[in-house]
């Protein structure tokens, strides 16, 4: 079955087809909507325009990558912002993580509509900007990777305090009064194991349990 919608599929079987493509990029505090060239189309419900506003024009993107098991699929797109304020804002850090879309789609010739509806080539997240500066030449790379790139990340750097556990559940009040408390908690240590179709695998004492359940653990 094929993944383009009817009205698109039966329009690229055409010998002459009106094709373009799109990118919408969802930062924080705006939308990035921009075309494969001059013009502008509306598509949905935005405007697709050559140029944004305050970005200025992508003027390139690489080959999609794919196939490494070490890396998750990815590609990079080159822009060509028109000023300082505009490169800064594009490597912002706030901007990192914004879903990212790239769609092909084609042009009703009659009409001057968008068929319905765009393909999506890759559907991705806002990573790593680079600036590059040269003699009277400024752009910003972006490494535009697949959601599995969040399949890499570790757990390097986890601790059991207050800061960290509200860093991930924001408001969460479980570990602020948790403190220099002189129990060890048998993180990692080896109890009594558990057997073929046995439960438990750790022996919990009564204030080991007291103290798990102060920091929103449940036990049995």
Known sequence: ???LHPQLAAELEKANVALFGAMLVEFPDRDMCLLDGAGSLLIGNRWFAGRDDVYGVCSGISEFSDGDPTQAPHLTLTFQPPTNTAAAALTSALNQGSPTTLMVGAIDRTTGLVIPNPYELFVGEWDVATINIDKGERSVDVEIVSIFERLFEQDEGVRLTSSWLQSVWPNHKGLDFHTADPTNLPWGKEGSRAVA???????????QKAILR???VSIL
């Open 214 to 216: 102060r920091v929103g």
């Open 197 to 207: 179709g046995g439960a438990s695998s750790y022996v919990v004492s009564d204030a």
């Open 1 to 3: 079955m094929s993944e």
